[in-house]
Nanobody, 124 residues
């Protein structure tokens, strides 16, 4: 499935931003979806995941309490609401999806489709 991530930008520390991930032409409800991020010089890391129906969610400890992942299957969209942003949240954010197995996962290898990434820069 081809994913499109959008919503990145420049924001001051303490601010908020909302990322969106869509899959035009696909029934998104059949996929588990997650957000990952990659900062310069670092490996890609897990941020948040949501199950097929949106009932279950999982977060990295670094974003727990500040980020919220949600999905609207009727609109084929998964969003990542990011609040209380920190400079260390600066990274390229990628949405990922997988339709092979239900549930959710924090592992990169469990996702077979990736969006192009959207840049988030948090200034101090």
């Amino acid at each position: 499935v081809q994913l499109q991530a959008s919503g990145g930008g420049l924001v001051q520390a303490g601010g908020s931003l909302r990322l969106s991930c869509t899959a035009p032409g696909h029934t998104f409800s059949q996929y588990k979806v997650a957000w990952f991020r990659q900062a310069p010089g670092k490996e890609r890391e897990f941020v948040a995941a949501v199950s097929w129906a949106g009932v279950s969610r999982q977060y990295a400890d670094s974003v727990k309490g500040r980020f919220t992942i949600s999905r609207d299957n009727a609109k084929n969209t998964v969003a990542l609401q990011m609040d209380s942003l920190k400079v260390e949240d600066t990274a390229v954010y990628y949405c990922a999806a997988d339709g092979r197995q239900a549930g959710m996962s924090s592992r990169l290898g469990d996702y077979d489709s990736w969006g192009q990434g959207t840049q988030l820069t948090v200034s101090s």
